[in-house]
């Protein structure tokens, strides 16, 4: 199976986000993708869902919300990946993974690679849950707790520029997948350096993990942080590199 994250064509596993749990059934960090299926070389069900909603394009702050960077990838073969698509499932996670009366993301990332919610199938059965998963996720979602489970990556790119969003009609864009295949890099020792002297300098200062001190550690470290990432072609790179080492906290 492969999948298309839309927001970024670079995977940084030093940038990488780690699955955090929320007070929501929505966890934050890990990548976000859903299937994409090349036989449909210009359809994606997220790619649809932005279009419907395109308030979304400049909530999410894409550098360009007409030109989308993405990635297209494929898991290793071994890709431990637990898929949701009962409500057996469901009670199975909450009952082994308890969190917040629902389950714990945490926990199951020591278990697991990730977790596919497949929406199609949780609608088949008549379940008060799936009202709350589909207003939550709105697609079918794959969401990775590691990089390690990527077997390759390429860039992709989704043109909306054709795209009238104020009329109702079938969305016309397009998909462009590069050929160059891609092996996720080990993690940059200079960026790992920088993400402890800044973790230190936290800890040192007993700054606490606010949104105020994130823009302060931010505006400190910037003149490092630019020429750490200066090769990296991500957007909102600095913001990843210091909520990484907020996470930490």
Not at 220 to 231: H, T, V
Request: charged share 20%; aromatic share 16%.
């Amino acid at each position: 199976m492969n999948y298309l994250s839309i927001g970024t064509n670079t995977i940084s596993p030093e940038l990488f986000l780690e699955i955090k749990n929320t007070n929501k059934i929505k966890p934050t960090g890990g990548l976000w993708a859903t299937t994409y299926n090349t036989n449909y070389a210009n359809y994606n069900e997220w790619a649809d869902y932005l279009c419907d909603h395109p308030h979304l394009l400049f909530y999410r702050r894409f550098d360009n919300p007409y030109l989308l960077a993405a990635i297209y990838f494929t898991l290793n073969d071994n890709a431990n990946i637990f898929t949701i698509d009962s409500v057996e499932k469901i009670a199975y996670l909450k009952t082994n993974y308890p969190f917040n009366n629902w389950f714990d993301y945490e926990k199951l990332a020591q278990h697991y690679d990730g977790i596919f919610i497949d929406l199609y199938s949780l609608q088949r059965t008549n379940h008060e849950i799936n009202n709350i998963l589909f207003s939550n996720f709105s697609v079918s979602t794959l969401i990775l707790f590691n990089t390690n489970c990527i077997k390759h990556y390429q860039n992709a790119l989704i043109d909306l520029t054709n795209i009238d969003f104020g009329a109702h009609e079938f969305p016309e864009y397009s998909i462009k997948i590069d050929e160059e295949i891609h092996k996720i890099e080990k993690p940059s020792i200079e960026i790992l350096t920088l993400m402890e002297i800044i973790k230190k300098y936290i800890e040192t200062n007993n700054i606490k993990p606010t949104p105020e001190n994130f823009e302060k550690i931010k505006k400190i470290f910037q003149g490092a942080i630019n020429e750490a990432l200066k090769y990296y072609e991500i957007p909102q790179k600095d913001m990843l590199l210091v909520r990484k080492v907020f996470n930490q906290f």
